[in-house]
């Protein structure tokens, strides 16, 4: 593959502390690119709180991470769900860097799912899932943009779960996933004349430092966790969705792409990208949704997304 060049952007990546959010931090890191690395978990400041309480990862070593992989990573503790604080990080930016190229917001709902009927959720958890992985995002865009306007070019990322508009099992997991691809593409519409670009991406089924834990296994053993669910020997590493990413930023005529909503697998068929360790994952072809929905569907009704943008042009 042709190594997308990044050399002299600008990144943010809100919600780099770990996941996607890391893996995307380092590939554009990879690319060249300058990367704010944001979240509230630092050595200094650990997580002791929420989901993610006790888990080791921080910002500041995401930052080590993207410099290694030959960017210049700088960490940014940052409360997104705080419009002082957004405000300021932006401010930031533009003092130092006088630019931002690319905004990826992975914020995540940062609660433990409840798999449970719609009227037997924990309404608190919920809205706090609402307002961690959904306000944050709108924040965190609504200071950053007018950065980007004023350099007439840049990349507003949603980072979701799933390309299709199946329900997700869950009434607060599914709102969350669907408003930040739907908001991608009001972000679009809006910002589309100022050429600033916005889409949504999903990973597929991520090799995560939660998810690796989970399954008992690493990174140098993860297939050992095929044995307990098949799909996992389809993974990903969050690098894979992090050269998505760096691919789009990269591309000239992303502006193109604005306002849709695509894979990580999709785009790497596109622009040709391997996951880091040489493979080609591709969840698209490997999962069948459609005997998934036949199985998890109860009313047989389903919405599908609609490409009607891409055929219009």
Known sequence: MNQPSLKGQVALVAGATRGAGRGIACMLGEAGATVYCSGRGTREHPTTTGYYAGRPETIDETAEMVTRYGGVGIAARTDHLVPEQVEALIERVRREQGRLDVLVNDISEGEEHEWKPFWKLDLDKGFRMLRNALHSHIITSRYAAPLMIEGGRGLIVEIGDGDTLD??????????????????????????????????????????????????????????????????????????????????????HVLKKSGSLYSSWELSREYGFDDIDGSRP????????????????????????????????
């Open 167 to 252: 329900y997700r099992q869950n009434l607060f997991y599914d709102l969350v996933k669907i408003s930040v691809s739907r908001f991608a593409h009001a972000m679009a519409e809006e910002l589309h004349k100022h050429g600033v670009a916005a889409v949504a991406v999903t990973p597929g089924f991520m090799r995560t430092e939660a998810m690796l834990d989970h399954f008992g296994v690493t990174e140098a053993n993860w297939r050992d966790g095929g044995k307990k669910d098949p799909n996992f020997l389809n993974s990903e590493t969050p690098f894979f969705v992090g050269r998505a990413i760096a691919a789009l930023a990269a591309d000239p």
């Open 282 to 313: 591709d969840w698209g072809r490997n999962f069948d949704i459609e005997a998934y929905f036949r199985k998890s569907s109860k009313t047989k009704v389903r919405w599908q997304i609609s490409r009607w943008q891409e055929e219009l042009r």
